[in-house]
């Protein structure tokens, strides 16, 4: 099969898996073409944030136009990019002349590349299962749900710390040089961020990037979180709350120590930093569950968004810790957006994607809802492959299953935001601890 006959079975295969809403058939096509090397390589170079970086954005190319002939190939163009051999306006002039001299498939290949995204709804944790370690992803302790048998894993006393309603990022200072990542592995360039931490110790710190102070009532999540992944962030507004701090042996597992160590060394390396942009979690020691439950009702009272117990001895793990649990009265699930349904004909919605549909990746919870403002609306019409395949906050307060049904939907639900730092929804299982949580927490508000 000649290169151009091999593109344009890509784009096919990519066409047949975006036909589908089933994960699982998703998978299966990906299974049935997993030794394909070619799809291999543009799934790894799609998503593999690690070890290509390419400095340009589909968004740029397309108001740019180029100098003349070019003299990459596709993946020997990608390649010299990731290895910051062009950068820049040369970086630019070279992908706009690769794509001024490209075929349709190479063009639409190329630009979902830089884009990081081939919007087939198929996460790098899938990806990995096809072909493993093809999409490196950074360690990430996530929270356990609060519970009376999770509670059992706090030794008290410990600590509850705000949930602080941001957006999720690593930074990694070495010898003076600042890195951040997203959740899924993105690089993410903030370099006033950058300038503020890069007399802090060798490590790893992990928090929330805020437009404001986590602590304000009044901050909007789904505007915030999305100026925050727009091209033009204000960055001299984005704050940044860290929660924890880790060694290169500590984040890589060669050294283990508990929680409260870890907190003592961040607060003292954040305390020599004199910038109201770089903060510590607001943090209170508790005795006991109820005493960390009346804390988080008082946030939650003032509009916040909910807290998170911590044991002093808890260990940084790349995993779900239960020795660290998520508190909120308030239900809401990560889940994937599979499509749009269009506003009643006759109305301001009319032609409007008004409507969004999801579903789980384990395939048990499907359902619509509504909630994003008429700007949304007006984006996810303008920009529906966008969109697909994201994964989006939903607040619900039950689950219901329909005779009939193999699936099951959510009570009440409403859009709250899409989540640019997650790729992944949350398993049925999951979503019913968050239920069973926020039935639970009520007998103590």
């Keep these: 099969m000649n290169t151009m006959n091999a593109i344009n079975a890509i ?18 096509i990906l299974k049935d073409n997993a030794n394909n090397d070619l799809l291999k390589n543009v799934c790894e170079y799609a998503y593999n944030t690690v070890d290509y970086t390419y400095g340009v954005t589909a968004r740029t190319v397309k108001g740019f136009d180029g100098d003349g002939k070019t003299e990459y190939d596709l993946f020997s163009l990608l390649n010299t990019l990731a290895a910051r051999r062009l950068t820049g306006y040369a970086a630019l002039n070279a992908v706009k002349n690769f794509y001024n001299c490209a075929t349709p498939a190479e063009q639409e290949i190329v630009m979902l590349i830089i884009d990081r995204d081939l919007k087939i709804g198929i996460n790098t944790k899938s990806l990995n299962k096809i072909w493993k370690g093809i999409v490196p992803v950074p360690n990430y302790c996530r929270c356990g749900v609060f519970s009376a048998k999770t509670n059992n ?27 951040f ?42 505007e915030a979180n999305g100026a925050i992944n727009s091209d033009n962030p204000p960055l ?24 409260a160590d870890r907190f003592s060394a961040l607060k003292t390396a954040i305390g020599n930093v004199n910038n109201q942009l770089l903060n510590v979690v607001p943090t209170h020691k508790v005795n006991t569950p109820d005493e960390a439950l009346k804390i988080v009702s008082q946030w939650m009272n003032k509009g916040l968004e909910g807290g998170v117990l911590k044991a002093y001895d808890m260990k940084f793990k790349n995993g779900t810790s239960n020795q660290q649990l ?22 301001k919605y009319d032609g409007k994607n008004k409507v969004i549909t999801f579903a789980s990746d ?68 999951r979503i019913c601890e968050l239920r069973d949580m926020a039935r639970n927490l009520c007998s103590y508000t």
């Design 236 to 259: 001299d507004k984005i704050h940044f709350t860290v929660w924890d701090y880790l060694t290169d042996d500590e984040y890589t597992g060669k050294l283990t120590t508990n929680y």
């Design 11 to 28: 784009i096919d295969i990519l066409n047949t898996i975006r036909s589908t809403s089933s994960s699982k058939a998703k998978m299966a």
């Design 153 to 179: 894993n706090i030794h008290y006393p410990g600590y509850i710390q705000l949930k602080c309603d941001g957006t999720y990022r690593e930074a990694h200072v070495v010898d003076g040089k600042v890195s």
């Design 326 to 347: 998520k508190i909120k009265l308030k239900v809401d699930a990560d889940l994937r957006c599979t499509g749009f349904i269009k506003g009643t004909p006759g109305t």
């Design 362 to 429: 384990d395939g048990n919870i499907k359902g619509q809802c509504s909630g994003m403002t008429d700007a949304m609306v007006d984006e996810v019409t303008k920009n529906p492959d966008k969109y697909i395949g994201k994964i989006m906050a939903v607040e619900f307060n039950d689950l219901s299953k329909a005779q009939g049904n193999e699936f099951y939907a959510l009570s009440h639900p409403a859009f709250m935001c899409f989540r640019d730092d997650k790729d992944e929804t949350d398993t049925f299982e």
């Design 181 to 222: 990542k997203t959740r899924s592995g993105e690089d993410y360039d903030n370099p006033v961020m950058a300038e503020i931490m890069r007399n802090l110790p060798n490590g790893y710190y992990t928090g929330e990037f805020t437009v404001g102070n986590a602590d304000d009532p009044d901050m909007n999540r789904s």
